[in-house]
């Protein structure tokens, strides 16, 4: 067990280091000006398509959290790798390399599944998803707006049992989470900025979850966070292209084959 800088170690800086990055990247994306040209949706449509206040997003988003915190403690006090002088010996660099690519795959294995099917089950999509569907416009500090059950399912114990195959130390968990929260607020930002470097590594960026959120794409483009093989392989992939908004911007629109 280490401590960073001298006063939190490993596992509690893997459960509060993802809550602060999210509210940081999340705050950035907030306090930026308005960059009517770089939006995929406009100040008017997000005010008028969104059936839930921000207040509200907030409130949700720290629940999700607080149970995201309690879960991840848990997990790290069962799973503790330290011997007997309280060391935990961390793996060579290409391992912990390997396993945050392990968890990535079992991420978004776990997250396409259930997601897809809160969108087949009309009850649970009724009752459970529809709360996330509420932001038609997606921004930041909604990414993890979701119903609690859903924020469990989906998110908390998709982490978990991504760090349990991956079999990754606390401290390794502290890159693989912060980077997943990072990612998930970007793909819901609503903006389409150049030179980022989610749009240029990652297919399943802002546009593509974006026609998600909209009316004839929510039976596509399922996958999150990171990669978009399970939609290719399984014939819930919609294409798409950007196209330059006359008053500023781009639009997200679908090609349908």
């Not at 960073?4 to 490993?10: F, H, M």
């Not at 966070?225 to 292209?241: E, N, V």
Request: glycine share 6%; proline share 4%; hydrophobic share 45%.
């Amino acid at each position: 067990m280490v401590f960073w800088a001298g006063y939190l170690s490993d596992e509690s800086m893997g459960t509060f280091a993802p809550i602060v990055v999210y509210w940081i990247y999340a705050g950035f994306y907030q306090l930026l000006p308005p960059l009517d040209g770089y939006r995929l949706h406009t100040r008017n449509e997000e005010e008028e398509k969104n059936l839930v206040p921000l207040s509200t997003v907030v409130k949700g988003v720290l629940l999700q959290q607080l149970v995201q915190a309690t879960v991840a403690q848990m997990l790290f006090l069962l799973t503790s790798k330290a011997n007997s002088t309280g060391i935990t010996i961390q793996p060579s660099i290409p391992i912990r390399l390997l396993q945050i690519a392990i968890a990535m795959f079992v991420m978004d294995t776990w997250q396409y599944f259930v997601h897809r099917y809160m969108h087949q089950n009309k009850f649970l999509y009724r009752h459970v998803h529809s709360q996330h569907h509420r932001l038609v416009v997606p921004y930041a500090i909604g990414a993890l707006y979701n119903h609690p059950l859903e924020g469990l399912l989906l998110d908390t114990l998709g982490g978990a049992i991504s760090y349990l195959v991956a079999g990754m130390t606390a401290r390794t968990a502290v890159i693989f989470f912060c980077f997943a929260v990072i990612k998930t607020v970007d793909d819901h930002c609503g903006l389409w900025l150049p030179a980022n470097i989610f749009h240029i590594l990652f297919q399943n960026n802002t546009a593509y979850h974006d026609i998600h959120h909209q009316l004839q794409g929510t039976k596509f483009n399922y996958s999150q966070p990171f990669f978009s093989i399970w939609d290719k392989l399984l014939g819930t992939y919609m294409p798409y292209t950007l196209v330059k908004r006359r008053e500023g911007g781009y639009e997200a629109r679908l090609i349908k084959v």
